[in-house]
C-alpha cells in the first residue's frame, strides 16, 4: 500500500547550519507531495507542495524536489533558525487520503 | 478568518466512559477528516465526511468508533468505552472540495485524549 519514510529526529542543529530531512515513499501510481510543519501547541500547516515529477515545492527558504527516480522528496534548507524548531511532516495524496509519515522534531539552537 | 477549530484541546477520561471530540471545519469547507496520531507514530487516517455524509470510514476502528458531520454544526467523533490504547492525538483537516490532485487539507490544533 502507499506509505512514507521519514527520517527519524529529533535533530538538532546550530543556527544558520543546514538542513536535511529525509523523506522516501512507497505510492501506485503518481502521488503530490507535501511537507507540513507544527509548531508546539498548533496543528500542522502546510509547508510546500509537489505534484508531479521534478517540480520544486519551495517556502521559507525551505525547498523539496519530487524525484521519481529515487521515490524521494527530502526537506532542505540552506541556513536555519531558531524560528524553525518545529515538527515536520512528510505527506503523500493518493486518492481520498493523506499517508503521512511519523515527523520529525527539529530544535535549532542559538 | 479562522481556522479549524478543535475542541476540547485536552480531554482527560478513565476506561469504559464515552469521549466526544469536535471539529468546527474553516468557513466555506464542507469536507472534513479525521486522524490520529499515536505515540511515537506518524498521523493516520481514520474517516472523511461530508455534511451527512460518511465518504470514506476505511480507517476507523471497527467497534466503539463513530463519527457525523451534521447539517449544522461540527463535526463529531465518538470513542465509546475508551481505553488506555485509545490515547493519542485526534486531529481534524477541512477542505473546500473533494480532496484531488494537490488539494490542501486545512488542520486543526488536535485534541489530546488521555486515559486513565
Known amino acids: 500500500g502507499d506509505s512514507v519514510t521519514q527520517m527519524e529526529g529529533p535533530v538538532t542543529l546550530s543556527e544558520e547550519a543546514f538542513l536535511t530531512i529525509n523523506c522516501t515513499y512507497t505510492?501506485?501510481?503518481?502521488?503530490?507531495l507535501f511537507w507540513y510543519v507544527q509548531y508546539p501547541g498548533e496543528g500542522l500547516q502546510l509547508l510546500l507542495k509537489?505534484?508531479?515529477?521534478?517540480d520544486k515545492g519551495s517556502n521559507k527558504g525551505f525547498e523539496a524536489t519530487y524525484r521519481k527516480e529515487t521515490t524521494s522528496f527530502h526537506l532542505e534548507k540552506g541556513s536555519v533558525q531558531v524560528s524553525d524548531s518545529a515538527v515536520y511532516f512528510c505527506?503523500?495524496?493518493?486518492?481520498?487520503?493523506?499517508?503521512f509519515g511519523t515527523g520529525t522534531s527539529l530544535t535549532v539552537i542559538p | 478568518n479562522a481556522g479549524v477549530m478543535q475542541n476540547p484541546r485536552h480531554l482527560v477520561r478513565r476506561r469504559g466512559q464515552e469521549a466526544r471530540l469536535r471539529c468546527s471545519p474553516m468557513?466555506?469547507?464542507?469536507?472534513v477528516y479525521w486522524y490520529r496520531q499515536l505515540p511515537e507514530e506518524g498521523l493516520k487516517f481514520m474517516v472523511y465526511?461530508?455534511?451527512?455524509?460518511?465518504?470514506?470510514e476505511s480507517g476507523m476502528p471497527k467497534e466503539r468508533f463513530s463519527a457525523e458531520f451534521p447539517k449544522e454544526g461540527p463535526s463529531i467523533l465518538r470513542i465509546q468505552q475508551v481505553v488506555r490504547g485509545d490515547s493519542a492525538a485526534y486531529f481534524c483537516?477541512?477542505?473546500?472540495?473533494?480532496?484531488?490532485?494537490?488539494?490542501?487539507?486545512?488542520f486543526g490544533p488536535g485534541t489530546r485524549l488521555l486515559v486513565l
Open positions: 509537489a505534484t508531479k515529477a521534478d
Open positions: 505510492a501506485t501510481g503518481y502521488p503530490s
Open positions: 468557513k466555506g469547507h464542507s469536507h
Open positions: 465526511l461530508q455534511k451527512e455524509n460518511i465518504i470514506d
Open positions: 483537516a477541512s477542505s473546500k472540495n473533494r480532496l484531488a490532485g494537490a488539494e490542501t487539507q486545512y
Open positions: 505527506a503523500l495524496e493518493a486518492g481520498n487520503q493523506f499517508y
